[in-house]
């Protein structure tokens, strides 16, 4: 293995400054860090877990060499993750000389300000959309505010200011557009390929240099905590307290970020954001896209990853299911040496993965549907986005030529203590025509296969309910049944 | 902003006076990030920082409490318990002595501040708060009103009963009759900044505290009786809140007192924000109810009698849940006339958060229980609930006596009801809906038109009451101060532009400023959709004694009779000639004129005998309706809300634009109350919907997919309001109601609406499944 530079420091860029740190706790957040030791106010805490979005701010990190800006919660954005990044808060916004940024401008002029404790993360949000997307839809602007709360306006008043934004400003004379090469160059300089290492016994981190370092160091501390995204762990800090040393950010190996199809089957580097892999698994495999759009807001789907959903192994995650539907395999790391199996073997009991001390997950890989094959993913909870799943069914069908059940594999999750497959109502199908009172027969056959709970999501009489009539919903959409099938948010956007 | 110089003294009206739409004060600040908050205020040198120590049973006596490790920690100054409240350790804010400021011994709900630890960061004291090892002798407890007796058990404050005419007899004799209960749930404020307190000692007894409090002079009492010291020594001030929406009206005296005895004892200035977890857990919230209902009524739908029984979940102490539940029994008419009624309020005592004010303080609560009593009348005799609706509306000239003996003389909601039913195209998207639902296997539609009647005034009478601090500078700009505070709903800017109108100045001569006990004492509760009504008042009146001042030194000294000095926009004219209204204050002030001037107001008018059940409670009504259409899944309980027109007015707008926004801001706050906002609690007591993970408000993507909101332009206040505006803060919140109604509607559908589904609230996506099947299981019986 090459030999691996040290680097005692973390360099980022701060709105137009450089800023190197030396001392940097691993469960430092970013927030915290803007707020006391930066003495930058305008960004808040309303929640400290990512689910409010008063804390915005826009990283930008350089995404296989092209700079890419996005939100993210800086409430559970770890310091020791933005290495080699650049760090936009609401303070950096500028308009022409003596004037507020269109953004600002448009929230001023419509009405989008009450409190205005929520603003500057919703003017952070909507920045961000509006480099991207200049003239956005309703769709498009309700999906870039999923992970903003606004407790004053009824959000009419944003929606209006998010659609006048353009008429302020233009996104391409945008300083941050304008600046762009320059901030290139700047973070291009900051890659030196070494790993960091800051900090010493109980308050380490580690950003590793790339995969086979990342391999090296785990291999060295098997006991470490691997932070992806963060939203998870991010949590453990800022509501448990809990000790995550050594820390391990691997949020930014370009080794661990990709994304590929090979003869039918789609590897998705374990480093890969659910943003990331948002347009690759829509267009192959449209029925990820609904769902994708509802996992978590806007900034949790810039830092989560598909790869961190599934390592730590939640009985409530949203992707293991419809990958286990879809016959996803994983494949593992430890040293130099990979294993790959079933995803579905890959959760063993709560809390329980089969995951070896030093080992990691490194990609996982889904085969697409062929023409013919059938998949869809019903995702249940109390609000309709940015909310944990209650249940979560996953589908994957195909018939024979006679309109029998060929092949069928259903995976929920909420229903148990790991995403799990529906065995019993598998059975119950295979083989049988596609008709409703096959349907009908196997909805009885749930009862068998899961014994969910009651938590302060649902019931476990509204899970096991709703769970076996996702089957039939299933049954209508593949059967010709006249639509709708499920009320639906985006028609009118 | 002063920039007097560009004063323009030839305009023929004033920038942002009266009935103009103007901007929030402060929105430049707010989308720059540098609108201060308390938390972002620069702490002086050596400030601490406290973080509550919560209890981890519901009901119980503490019998060991070792604090010992908590001590010991990293950075840790302090660990305060119930002995070191120098004071009264009581913070009961209508004086009954029931709510400690740290629990003494005796635990009444999962999460009661038992410590508080004090440290050198926030993040120490959180920390060492975890280190404490608390004993409990578990007593038993009830978190759930359901298993209470409304007539029987504990009361944590006195119960009202309104009556007029025999409503039982009424009942009786009546040709129909049908009795019911509803559940209606609670909610959690979540204002995006959660309580804090900053507290940093004077000299003396002195202190002064930056609290984000809707009510700082209750905020200087509690810290004066907690601290043992007249009220004089007390200092509260408050710039702006990130929202309160009634969280913020006495729940903030808990960290303002701690904040304060800690900050005396060490001197050192001391600030407690508690986390989002800590502050859902530890504060209250709206108040959950179960109502009863039993109504008699004929077969076209005229109701005749009706006896209501609305028990809360009050929590473990009274707070302000004598008035919430007054307020859900002024509020169980809605707009409708009951020709008798008895109605009867129960505030439970139960091992909980000690509910607190909410927007709407009781009155939708009551609102929901008169709309699901119109319900069950339409199922009933099988018409639309719209018509029902409108067969009991009040009468404008008769059928006008509420069940508190008040005349309701300002009767709007035929015409408002009308208007949207019109606009709204209500009739002919029946027809289209019944027509979808027939086709359609899984998803069906429903549309519900529902009112609003909501009253205006404190029911505490001594509440109506409004101070102000005017101030004119020797260069003409102008310094205000009131005792309403600003919690984003743009207050501190109606009250400015009313000032404005009065001395004719463009609004930017007005000055705002920061809420404080200093400038305008014994102020009542920015609460009850008071705010503009009574200070705006008390800023006229202080800004017109300074102007009749003005006014007799200009017909003095340049000799002309008082009504030829004459104010208009930002000069004046006495006599033939006209001069800048700084030019005239500075002249006043050189003929040693008192330029300062303390405004007060009082509602005329009101009254109200609680014994008796009588009077006037409310110095006017404000109306509104809203119409709501949604999709229902049959098969998941999901839904959407696809479109909703709402109609809604305030009187003669003091600034429309704020108004627009109260209005749609109010309605989705009602409506994640009805729909996706649920509390939960386990089966030790513990909320475990504590966190925006887990407690679900409304998203800019549950907003209705069509939503137009009209300002109705036609009313003004019957009443002499300022400037004939009616309040705004309150009434739009039960607009959200036709969103619950509409989603019943689409349940009903399963039954070919033959059976009221008694939906209740928060009608979620489980709810709506399981009342789907329970009426498709009626309908097969």
């Not at chain 1, 680097?7 to 430092?28: H, K, M, T, W, Y």
């Not at chain 2, 739009?732 to 589904?757: E, K, N, T, Y």
């Not at chain 2, 939906?759 to 709506?768: G, Q």
Request: charged share 25%; hydrophobic share 40%.
């Amino acid at each position: 293995m090459a030999k691996v530079n040290i680097r005692n420091e973390i360099r980022f860029i701060l709105n137009g400054r450089d800023v190197v740190l030396s001392s940097v706790a691993p469960d430092a957040t970013l927030l915290d860090w803007l707020r006391l030791a930066r003495s930058l106010r305008g960004t808040k805490e309303g929640c400290a877990e990512g689910d409010c979005g008063a804390c915005t701010v826009l990283v930008g990190r350089l995404s296989a060499g092209r700079l890419v800006y996005e939100s993210v919660n800086a409430c559970i954005r770890f310091l020791g993750s933005l290495d080699g990044t650049h760090v936009v808060t609401v303070e950096h916004l500028r308009g022409q000389p003596g004037q507020l940024h269109p953004v600002q401008q448009a929230m001023v002029d419509f009405h989008g300000s009450q409190c205005g404790f929520c603003t500057p993360g919703f003017v952070m949000s909507l920045y961000g959309l509006w480099m991207k997307s200049p003239d956005p839809s309703n769709a498009a602007i309700e999906k870039a505010l999923q992970g903003n709360l606004c407790r004053c306006t009824g959000y009419e008043a944003i929606m209006r200011a998010a659609h006048a934004i353009s008429s302020y400003g233009k996104a391409g004379k945008d300083p941050l557009a304008v600046e762009r090469k320059a901030i290139t160059a700047r973070l291009e300089a900051l890659r030196d390929g070494a790993r960091v290492e800051i900090g010493s016994a109980r308050a380490r981190l580690i950003v590793p240099a790339n995969v086979d370092d990342f391999a090296t160091v785990l291999d060295q501390e098997p006991g470490a905590t691997i932070v992806a995204g963060a939203t998870d762990v991010g949590l453990w800090v800022t509501k448990h307290m809990r000790d995550i040393s050594p820390a391990v950010f691997i949020g930014n190996l370009d080794g661990l970020c990709t994304i590929a199809e090979d003869k039918g089957v789609i590897s998705i580097g374990a480093g890969v954001t659910y943003t990331e892999a948002f347009s690759t698994l829509s267009k192959r495999i449209p029925a990820l896209g609904p769902l994708f759009d509802r996992i978590g807001g806007e900034q949790v789907r810039n830092m989560g990853t598909i790869g961190g959903n599934i390592a730590n192994g939640s009985p409530i995650g949203d992707t293991p299911p419809p990958l286990i539907a879809l016959g996803a395999r994983l494949t593992l790391r430890k040293g130099k040496k990979r294993r790959t199996i079933p995803l579905e073997t890959f959760f063993i009991a709560y809390g329980k993965q089969d995951r070896q001390p030093g080992e990691f997950v490194e990609a996982v890989h889904v085969p697409v549907p062929a023409k013919g094959e059938k998949f869809a993913v019903y995702k249940i909870t109390k609000r309709r986005d940015e909310d944990i799943t209650a249940a979560l069914g996953a589908f994957f069908l195909t018939l024979a030529k006679d309109g029998t059940v060929a092949d069928v594999r259903i995976a929920y999750g909420g229903m148990a203590a790991t995403p799990k497959r529906a065995s019993f109502v598998e059975k119950a199908l295979l083989g049988k025509p596609w008709t409703e009172e096959t349907v009908e027969a196997a909805m009885a056959q749930y009862g068998r296969d899961f014994t969910p709970l009651t938590d302060m999501r649902a019931s476990a009489e509204y899970r096991a309910l709703a769970a076996r009539n996702l089957l039939l919903r299933f049954f209508a959409e593949t059967s010709g049944t006249r639509a709708p099938f499920q009320v639906s948010r985006n028609e009118a956007a | 902003m002063n920039k007097h110089a560009t004063s323009n003294l030839k305009a023929e009206k004033i920038v942002g006076g009266v009935a103009t739409d103007q901007r929030h004060d402060s929105a430049h600040k707010h989308v720059s990030g540098t609108a201060v908050y308390i938390d972002d205020m620069p702490e002086p040198s050596g400030t601490l920082h406290g973080c509550l120590g919560l209890s981890a049973a519901a009901h119980a006596t503490i019998t060991r409490m070792d604090l010992s490790a908590v001590r010991a920690a990293s950075g840790v100054v302090d660990v305060l318990t119930a002995k070191d409240v120098p004071g009264e350790n009581d913070i009961s804010p209508t004086g009954r002595h029931d709510e400690p400021v740290l629990a003494d011994g005796k635990v009444e709900f999962f999460g009661q501040p038992i410590f508080c630890v004090i440290a050198e960061t926030r993040e120490q004291a959180r920390r060492a708060t975890r280190l404490a090892k608390v004993e409990y002798k578990e007593l038993p407890f009830v978190t759930d009103i359901g298993e209470l007796d409304p007539k029987k058990d504990k009361l944590v404050t006195p119960p009202l009963t309104l009556k007029r005419g025999d409503a039982a007899a009424a009942i009786k004799a009546a040709p129909r009759r049908l009795k019911g209960k509803m559940r209606v749930g609670g909610q959690e404020h979540f204002y995006l900044e959660g309580h804090i307190a900053m507290a940093v000692p004077g000299e003396d007894q002195d202190v002064t505290i930056y609290s984000s409090t809707q009510h700082p002079s209750e905020v200087q009492h509690m810290v004066s009786h907690a601290l043992g010291v007249p009220s004089n020594a007390i200092t509260v001030e408050i710039r702006r809140m990130g929202g309160g929406f009634g969280g913020k009206e006495t729940q903030g005296n808990q960290f303002a007192a701690l904040a304060a005895i800690a900050a005396k004892k060490h001197h050192r200035a001391v600030k407690i924000r508690p986390d989002r977890d800590d502050d859902m857990i530890a504060t209250g919230k709206r108040h959950d109810f179960l109502v009863d209902y039993e109504v008699g009524f004929d077969d076209e739908g005229n109701i005749l009698g009706v006896d209501f029984m609305f028990a809360a979940r009050c929590g473990f102490s009274s707070d302000l849940s004598g008035p919430v539940t007054d307020r859900a029994l002024f509020h169980c008419d809605n707009t409708y006339f009951w020709p008798t009624v008895h109605a009867q309020s129960a505030p439970l005592y139960t091992n909980t958060v000690s509910n607190t004010a909410f927007r709407g303080f009781g009155g939708p609560q009551g609102m929901v229980g008169a709309e699901r009593v119109i319900d069950e009348v339409a199922f009933a005799v099988g018409k639309d609930p719209l018509e029902i609706r409108k067969t009991n509306f009040y009468g404008t000239s008769d059928r006008n006596i509420t069940p508190y003996h008040q005349t309701v003389e300002d009767n709007i909601i035929q015409r408002i009801v009308a208007e949207l039913e019109e606009s709204a195209s209500y009739a002919r998207r029946r027809r289209e809906i019944s027509a979808f639902n027939a086709n359609s296997r899984f998803i069906k539609r429903g549309l519900a038109l529902t009112p609003v009647k909501f009253g205006i005034s404190f029911t505490a009478t001594h509440y109506n009451q409004a101070g102000a601090l005017v101030h004119v500078y020797t260069d003409g700009s102008v310094h205000l101060n009131h005792g309403g505070t600003e919690m984003g709903q743009g207050l501190y800017l109606k009250v400015a532009q009313v000032v404005a109108e009065e001395f004719q100045i463009d609004l930017d001569q007005v000055k705002i400023t920061a809420t404080t006990t200093g400038k305008v004492p014994n102020t009542s509760a920015t609460a009850a959709s008071s705010g503009s009504d009574l200070n705006g008042m008390a800023a006229q009146n202080g800004a017109r004694q300074i102007k009749d001042r003005l006014t007799d030194f200009a017909a003095e000294k340049y000799q002309v009779p008082r009504d030829q000095v004459l104010f208009l926009p930002n000069r004046v004219r006495i006599g033939n000639q006209e001069i800048a209204f700084a030019d005239l204050v500075k002249q006043a002030y050189m003929a040693r004129i008192q330029l300062s001037a303390a405004g007060f107001y009082k509602t005329p008018k009101i009254h109200w005998n609680r014994d008796k059940g009588e009077g006037r409670p409310f110095y006017y009504f404000a109306y509104g309706a809203s119409c709501s259409e949604v999709s229902v899944d049959t098969l998941t309980g999901e839904y959407v809300v696809e479109r909703t027109d709402i109609l809604h007015e305030t009187g003669r707008s003091l600034n429309r634009a704020i108004d627009l926004g109260q209005i749609e801001g109010g309605f989705i706050q009602g409506m994640g109350w009805l729909t996706t906002e649920e509390l939960w609690w386990d089966g030790k007591g513990r909320l475990r919907t504590h966190a925006p993970s887990t407690y679900k408000i409304p998203l800019a993507s549950d907003r209705p997919k069509i939503f137009n909101v009209t300002l109705a332009d036609w009313p003004e206040a019957g009443e002499p309001t300022i400037h004939r505006s009616k309040a705004v803060g309150e009434p739009p919140f039960p607009l959200g109601m036709s969103v619950l109604h509409a989603l019943s509607d689409a349940v009903a559908s399963v039954a070919d609406h033959r059976i009221c589904p008694r939906l209740d609230a928060p009608a979620t996506p489980e709810r709506v499944l399981m009342t789907i099947e329970r009426l498709k299981g009626e309908a097969k019986d």
